[in-house]
């Protein structure tokens, strides 16, 4: 019997990695363009083509609680005009899940100064001064058993306390799916 439990035990821990893809194409979602105003300084969505993404997390603290933290990483691919930027990036993250219904969990996520290194040190038209900056992003999904969807916001920025201001370059929201394995 203990070694049945042991094995459950394991199996548990194990379904909580994630791994998720994301995705942006401009020629689907161009009506889609979200005028934020002068807030944060913003690639606009015309100047990007597509948008790539695969991240990879573990958690933190795999036992179910409605905070849940997480370390991860991601590989992404920007096409801006006749450009390519990739970023390599690793992450904390804070997800919270405020209820549970049936199969169905709701849940913003967060993360905040993920370092990561650009292919190239500008991005459109907006130069970092190197290829070392901070990833953060804003999520908000759902999951449904072992199946997640969620839509992201990213930020690139050379230090914390310019994330999401005039100084930093938010992409266009770009939507994932993944899965717990």
Do not use: W
Request: proline share 6%.
């Amino acid at each position: 019997m203990h070694r049945l439990i042991l094995f459950l035990l394991s199996f548990t821990f194990l379904s909580s990695h994630e791994i998720s893809i994301s995705y942006f194409d401009k020629g689907k979602y161009a009506e889609n363009n979200i005028y934020l105003g002068s807030y944060p300084k913003k690639i606009v969505r015309k100047d990007i083509d597509a948008a790539y993404m695969l991240s990879l997390s573990y958690p933190l603290n795999p036992a179910p609680s409605p905070l849940s933290l997480k370390a991860g990483t991601s590989v992404a691919r920007f096409d801006i005009s006749t450009d390519e930027v990739y970023a390599y990036s690793t992450f904390f993250s804070a997800r919270f899940t405020p209820f549970s219904l049936l199969a169905i969990a709701p849940f913003v996520e967060v993360s905040l100064a993920g370092p990561t290194y650009l292919s190239k040190a500008e991005i459109g038209d907006i130069n970092f001064g190197g290829s070392v900056v901070y990833q953060n992003y804003l999520a908000a999904g759902f999951k449904v058993a072992a199946f997640i969807v969620d839509v992201k916001m990213l930020n690139y920025s050379t230090t914390l306390p310019t994330a999401f201001t005039k100084e930093s370059v938010t992409m266009p929201f770009i939507a994932s799916i993944g899965c717990t394995y």
